[in-house]
């Protein structure tokens, strides 16, 4: 039983709220945020992008930017920039990109939930990040950026509306909190529920939900949730530190772009010898630029053209969430046995180019004497698949697009004195 729980946002009025919203922490550089960031006082890149505001030699994650994270939310919420509901209540977020919407609840899921397995991962986390997220939690203690989750819909989840997705869609046509188009040519679109409850009882019906983007930002809520009822003497588990923020979408509704692959070198191949290599793994024909159509086929740039590698179907193990993976295929058949690329989280030799880059990209990467591999996208049902086998993906397996923008909706777990209500 999945509980997730309303909670008194602090977010931004109709009128800031484009000027607010940013890209989230991971998704772009200092420097970029810093450049972005440039004249716009509200951009939230203030509070997930602190260190802008300090020094440009000042380390990332030394304790200033911590601290200047926790000052800078406090200014947007004595500019009146955040303002805090007056009541609890769950919200609505829809993001539309080429024509293509999804749209998820917001709300608060609870960290031992995390603990459980009862919110699945399937992706590894690395301690100096998970690091970095919780003391940013601690210090400016709210969540202030939420974690992309996912569920299976299903028929009966909602009495008398039949799917939980009927249900959001019917309530997303009332009066909008914000409504804009961010730069990058997404829509972003915010409701308040009017009947949370409805909500509460449909995720009772749920055992699972699965984290799509933000493993980092999960396992920081989790530990802040720890290392705030340990301090706690008086801790009885209802507390607001206890949970973290979250956008919850239908799976299917999900949109997950290519990981493609770029190697510097042919491992001392030719051109013509490494492309023997492939016919031997499987059919190899000349293609033009592009994203595979169907899975068990990759793309191969190398010397200035495109083949189309597909493996053999027979000895593919479907049966298998992690071997039957594309990404798996390719490092298991190519990457490793002929291009030396033993270990891809560690060898410099391979870099991950994110699907919404374009294969002029890879062209560029790959140059006159590497090679470049355009993916078929992982699916959702795969990603889920291989979270119920208690699997990890490889690394770089999905790219989800569009990112949640920051700032529009943040969950205070210790009250921030000065915050006005609206």
Known sequence: MIRIHPFAALRPPAAHAAEVASDPYDVISTAEARERAAGRPRSFLHVVRSEIDLPPETDDHAPAVY???ARNLRQLIAAGTLVRDPAPGLYLYRQVREGRAQTGVVCCVEAAQYDSGEIRKHEKTRPDKEDDRTRHLLVTACHAEPVFLCFRDRAGIVAGSGTLAARIAADAAGEQLFDFVA???VRHTGWKVADAGAYLDAFRRLDLLYIADGHHRSAGGSRAAGASAANNPKHTGGEEYGR??????????LRILPYNRVVKDLN??????FLDKLRGVGTLEPAAAGTPASRGEVLVFVNGGWWSLAFPPASIDHTDPIASLDVSLLQDRVLAPILGIGDPRTDTRIEFVGGIRGT???ELRAGATGAAF??????????LAVA???EIMPPKSTWFEPKLRS????????RIPGAAEG
Request: proline share 13%.
């Open 388 to 390: 119920d086998a208690g």
């Open 183 to 185: 730069p990058d040519g």
């Open 244 to 253: 973290f923020l979250a956008v919850v979408f239908p799976h299917d509704q």
């Open 268 to 273: 001392g191949l030719s051109p013509e010898q």
């Open 407 to 414: 700032g529009l909706f943040v969950h205070e777990f210790e």
């Open 67 to 69: 601290e200047q994270a």
């Open 360 to 362: 002029p990209e890879l």
């Open 374 to 383: 355009s993916m078929h996208p992982t699916s959702p049902d795969e990603l």
